[in-house]
């Protein structure tokens, strides 16, 4: 079965830069959640699209931006990037119909490294 | 606001024995899910198994079962016959809206 792809699968970048992530998620699903592992936490939630719309904000710092564009893959962009950044960003797809609560699917994460 | 309280830090379990890893939630709202994921050291959150509030019988998945506990408010989550590839941290979370809230985690170590 298809599962949620993130691409890259590791990225380094250096202080100030920018940086996008790329998240695909299971076909059919139309609820995209971004998430934020930083090193020995639980992930923090950052943003969610419903049916490419913007449907919750967490706690995403006013320099990271993100969309859901017309194929449902969704981008994640860093910018100002900061040692801080440094983190597991984590990708899940979900539909809606059907079971409520069920179909979480995580990606493989994105593993930034700010240097 | 929900929350998910993990209390173990870490745990440690022989090889083949049960072990079970405490969850407890704070919520006001009659109608929720409570999960739990498994990340291993390569990092990907791996789905384990699931609970709804309204579920009569606790959920079991394969050596994975929940010890739902409605009026504690606990969702533990027990791995049987534990296997030295269940080393990892454990999450539990809850729904809080359309998303999930996890809490800190737990890391099991499973020794042979």
């Known amino acids: 079965a298809a599962g949620v792809i993130q691409s890259p699968r590791h990225l380094i970048k250096e202080k100030r830069e920018t940086a996008t992530l790329k998240c695909y998620p299971i076909?059919?699903?139309?609820?995209v959640y971004w998430y934020q592992q930083g090193p020995g936490q639980d992930p923090q939630f950052l943003i969610s699209?419903?049916?490419?719309?913007?449907?919750d904000k967490g706690s995403i710092p006013d320099r990271f931006s993100a969309q859901q564009f017309s194929d449902y893959h969704s981008e994640l962009n860093m910018s100002s990037l900061e040692l801080g950044d440094s983190a597991l960003y984590f990708c899940?797809?979900?539909?809606?119909?059907?079971?409520?609560?069920?179909?979480?699917?995580f990606g493989s994460g994105t593993r930034l490294t700010v240097v | 606001a929900q929350k998910i309280t993990q209390t173990q830090p870490g745990m440690f379990v022989q090889e083949k024995e049960a072990v079970t890893l405490d969850c407890t939630y704070d919520?006001?709202?009659?109608?929720?899910?409570l999960f739990w994921y498994k990340q291993p050291s390569s990092g990907e959150m791996i789905f384990l198994i699931y609970?709804?509030?309204?579920?009569?019988q606790n959920a079991t998945e394969g050596r994975y079962s929940l010890n739902f506990q409605k009026a504690r408010k606990s969702a533990n989550l027990v791995i049987s016959a534990s296997q030295l590839g269940d080393s990892a941290m454990y999450f539990c979370?809850?729904?809080?809206?359309?998303?999930?809230?996890f809490g800190a985690g737990t890391i099991l170590r499973v020794k042979s």
């Open positions: 699209f419903y049916e490419k719309m913007q449907s």
């Open positions: 076909p059919r699903h139309d609820t």
């Open positions: 609970q709804g509030s309204y579920d009569q």
């Open positions: 979370a809850m729904r809080q809206g359309n998303k999930l809230v």
């Open positions: 899940a797809s979900r539909s809606t119909g059907g079971r409520a609560d069920y179909g979480y699917t």
């Open positions: 919520t006001s709202d009659p109608s929720y899910g």
